[in-house]
Structures are given as structure tokens and as C-alpha cells.
């Protein structure tokens, strides 16, 4: 199978007629896009989506739901839905045109609405992510974060979304055609990929290339993956640096600025699709292509072979030939990569998976370089620095005048001593005479206060610092918010200064006791408004019997163990 390599129908309007179409649509209603439909709107303007012509209509969005084709036939697996909010919902009305805007309120198209309607998501979960399953990312995006109405019509293009990384590196399918037009390059296998590539996709790339006669290109996505996935910056770096290990001039690296679902089967056919859309004659499947992980079963969401066994049906209808991803094993008598059906009698086979390697990389472990290309893992080291140094959060929460900010303190003046790393204390009263200082003590007050505090956390244990946190936080939602915010960053440490509020109040060393008993101070945690006790903090300090030098030790002695300083 050769490429025709003409170029693709895309959405766009003429240069002059998107600037006065840009002016018009300044007057229209319009809709904000969220990162995902940013990202789809771009590859259904460029011709990525051909041959959909705008967001689905309900009709559309139906039969692509129960039979994987548009009404007029066309195979195409994924609902490309634009999802707004009902309030959003009720400014427009079929017929009308809406501009589209990205997050700074660029317009990048107009879309003339012709549907409006209310999806059925269990319906769609079902069918196209296999389960109603909110384990599932795509599924618990369409009930969590996407709008509960659709609207559907065709999209006139008017500028592409704007990208300030990596730009010489993105390529509309019409760039990438003329790019191999102008090589001479008629077969092409592309290589999907979420991940840090090390040698064994190396060697599986390289040989399915070989084997299919073709030149191959690396089209890894750049918009949204699974999340936790590896960010795409230091990917597209590891990309880079693997480049050279190919022979020269047979192998490309574009970016493709996809939101992946992590729809398995489905989305496997969905990728053949729009990798043909970009000229591509062949397309590498591997085992359990674009798999979500496990479900709320702790069963996996579809079988290792569904995503090829359904590809398989489709490449003639798609116009791509699919290549079985060869599971490549390194053998260590032969010094040399082998897939594993192939691998010599008696010979040792070695592996680090996936979990082994983060595990490496956070203890600072060796990787060998039988597993990975040097410059991969310096980028990796450079990304995610073993844990111990890794920012972190240390977050104490009890009642007032529990110990919290004198053991903070303490602990403060510890880790200062041992260096290394900047330590920020966010002591309760600190709080809220800086960033604070217009709340109260009501719950939604409370709330704001901690989101504010956690909010700081997170951004200091991003960029490697320590944040020491010691505010009352009386609600376990929302320290669980602020948990979540940390540990997309790194460590979150909840200690439980689990001093009595008898004992407190027997203290009371800023008299506010006392006036919260004779009624002067109200809401006062403990004795006349909630404390939720942590149900499992990482650590619970006793102060009663206990100097503030031993409990501040017994968080030191946590972090050693937990591997955030060395010991
Ligand atoms: S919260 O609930 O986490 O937002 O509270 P926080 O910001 O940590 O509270 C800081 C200090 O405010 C004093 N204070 C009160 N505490 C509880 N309830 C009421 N109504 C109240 N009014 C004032 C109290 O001294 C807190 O200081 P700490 O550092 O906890 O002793």
C-alpha cells in the first residue's frame, strides 16, 4: 500500500476572509473552549478528523455511539461532542453561529449550530468506553468535567490554537503529506506513543520499518494523555534524544496535539484513522493499545488484543495497513534485543516494567543501559529527581494551641539546619495576616483559606521546595482537596497534632478560650464549631507528655523513612 499523498480538505477559510470573519465574529455569542475541545477543534480545522466537517450532530453523535459511522456511513468510532453547560446552553438556539474561543479569548473558529441537545452519558460510556465505569478517565470526564448539553454543526476555521513549544515540530496533516512528498517517502509506519520511548521501542520501531519497507515516523501525543502520564515536555526532549539512534534521514518525529480518551479498541481505530488523514500507509498496534488501567474492579477494561483484533477488521475500509507491535525482550547471552517469540533456548531474558522504572527513578537507582538510552534517563533524572529531592508538603492540622505551630517551627529550624532545599513555614496566623487577612471563621471562609494555603503548598513542592503548613483545617474534604492539589507535585504529609481540646483549653495561651466560652469569639473550632479528627494522617503527634523537640522528630524520622531526606 503507497500513499496518495494530495493534500486533505481543511476547514480553514482564506487568509483574508478569516480576518474579516474574525472582526464579525466578535459580535456573535461565544463559547469558551475547554483544553480538550481546543485540541479537537484543532485536528478537525487541520483535516486530522477528515472526513467530519465540525462537532457531531445528534444524529451523527447517535449512530457514531451505536455503530461506530456517521449517519452517511462514514467509519468513525469517537463522538467529537462540543459539550457546554446548561446555562450556556440556554443563550443558544439552532441556527444560530457562535465564535469559539480558546482560553485567552482568541477566536479560533465559528461554528453554526444546528443541535442542541441532552446525551444520554451512560449510554456513551457504555458503548463507546466498554463500562459506566467512573475508574475509566474518559468516562469520569464525560460525568465530572463535561457540560451536560451538546451542541453539534459544521466549523469554519479561522486560525490554528497557538503553541509556543516545540513549533517546528508540530505538523498539520497537509505539512506532514508535503513533507513526504518532498523526501520521496511512500510507505511510512507511524509509532503512537504516550511515553518516553527506550530501546526496546527503539528496536520494535525500527524493525517494524524494516519489515514493511517503509520509513517511520515517531507521532507521539502532545495534548492530553492518561493523566499522570509523563509530561509532554521532557517527552518530546527524550524523543529528540533518540532521534539519532535511527539511521539518518529514515525516521521523522512530529507531535500530534491529540486528547487522547483512552478508549482501547476504539480509540486504536480512531488513531489509524487520522493517522491515514496525515499520510501514513502503516500503523503500529501494540498490546492493549491506549488502555485505561484497570477498572473499579481491579479488572482491565478490555483484552490485550481487542484494539488489533479491531483494527484488523477496519484497515482495508481505513486504507492503512496495521503492524503487530512486537513485545521486544533484551537477552543477555546475545547482548541484543529479541521479540519474544523469537527469543534462543535457555537464554536469560531481562525486563524493568514500567512500575519497576519509577520506582528506580524515584530512589535514585540505577537504570542500566541495556533498558534505556543515557540522555533518556538524564532527562527522566532531570524531570522527577529522586525523592529525596523532590519538593514536599508537610501539613499540620489540630485544634488552636494544639502545639501545631511550635512543633512547625521546631520542625522548620530542623530541616533548615540539614539544607538543601528552600522551607516556606505557612503558619496559620501567618496566613491570614498575608493572604488572608479579609476572612472570617465561617465554613465557606475556613474552605477558602485552606484551598489558599493549599494552593501555595502545591506551587512551592512543584518547584522543590518544602512547604510547612499549620493552619486548624477543620474539614477533612477539604484537606483532601489540598492533598490532591500536592501530590500532583510530590509528597503530602498530613500530621495530626492530637492534643485534647481539653488539654487545649486548659492552655488556652491566647486567652481565646475563655472568650469563646463566655460566647465573645463565635464558631470557634472545638467548642462551638466542627473539628473532622484526620482518619489516617501519615503521622499523629501527642504533645500531652511529649517536648516539642520529640514530636518535631517524629516527623523528621517519617520523612526518612518516606524517603524525602536522606537519612
Ligand atoms: S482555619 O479554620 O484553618 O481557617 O483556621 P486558622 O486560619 O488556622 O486559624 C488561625 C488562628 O485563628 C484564631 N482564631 C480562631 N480559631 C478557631 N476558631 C475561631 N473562631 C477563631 N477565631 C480566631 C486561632 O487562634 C487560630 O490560631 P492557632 O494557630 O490555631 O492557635
Partial sequence: MASNLAPIPELYVSYESAQKLKVEAGNLISHDLTPRQICDLELLMNGGFNPLKGFLTEEDYNSVVETMRTKDGALWPMPITLDVSEKFAETVEPGQDIALRDQEGVILATMTVTDKWVPNKAREAEKVFGADDSAHPAVNYLHNQAGNVYLGGPVTGIQQPVHYDFRARRDTPNELRAYFRKMGWRKIVAFQTRNPLHRAHQELTFRAAKEAQANLLIHPVVGMTKPGDVDHFTRVRCYEAVLDK??????????????????????????????????????????????????????????????????????????????????????????????????????????????????????????????????????????????????????????????????????????????????????????????????????????????????????????????????????????????????????????????????????????????AREGKIKEFTGISDPYDVPESPELRVETEGTDVDNCAHQVILKLEQMGLIAG
Fill in 246 to 515: 535511527y539511521p539518518s534521514s529514515t525516521t521523522h518525529l512530529s507531535l500530534l496535539n491529540l486528547a487522547m480518551r483512552m478508549a482501547g479498541p476504539r480509540e486504536a481505530l480512531w488513531h489509524a484513522i487520522i493517522r491515514k488523514n496525515h499520510g501514513l500507509t502503516h500503523f503500529i498496534v501494540g498490546r492493549d493499545h491506549a488502555g485505561p488501567g484497570n477498572n473499579s474492579q481491579g479488572k482491565d477494561f478490555y483484552g490485550p488484543y481487542d484494539a488489533q483484533e479491531l483494527v484488523r477488521q477496519h484497515q482495508e475500509e481505513v486504507g492503512i495497513e496495521m503492524v503487530d507491535f512486537k513485545h521486544m525482550v533484551y537477552v543477555q547471552e546475545k547482548a541484543q534485543y529479541y521479540p519474544i517469540d523469537e527469543v534462543p533456548e535457555n537464554s536469560t531474558v531481562l525486563n524493568i516494567s514500567g512500575t519497576e522504572l519509577r520506582r528506580r527513578l524515584a530512589e535514585g537507582l540505577e537504570i542500566p543501559e541495556w533498558f534505556s538510552f543515557p540522555e533518556v534517563v538524564k532527562e527522566l533524572r532531570r524531570t522527577k529527581p529522586p525523592r529525596a529531592k523532590q519538593g514536599f508538603t508537610v501539613f499540620f492540622t489540630g485544634f488552636s494551641g494544639s502545639g501545631k505551630s511550635t512543633i512547625a517551627n521546631a520542625l522548620m529550624v530542623k530541616l533548615m539546619e540539614m539544607g538543601g532545599r528552600p522551607v516556606t513555614l505557612l503558619d496559620g496566623d501567618i496566613v491570614r495576616k498575608n493572604l488572608s487577612s479579609e476572612l472570617g471563621f465561617s465554613k465557606e471562609h475556613r474552605d477558602l483559606n485552606i484551598r489558599r494555603i493549599g494552593y501555595v503548598a502545591s506551587e512551592i513542592t512543584k518547584n522543590g521546595g518544602i512547604a510547612i503548613c499549620a493552619p486548624i483545617a477543620p474539614y477533612a474534604t477539604t484537606r483532601r482537596a489540598v492533598r490532591e492539589d500536592v501530590e500532583s507535585f510530590g509528597a503530602f504529609i498530613e500530621v495530626h497534632v492530637a492534643t485534647s481540646i481539653e488539654e487545649c483549653e486548659k492552655r488556652d495561651r491566647k486567652g481565646l478560650y475563655k472568650l
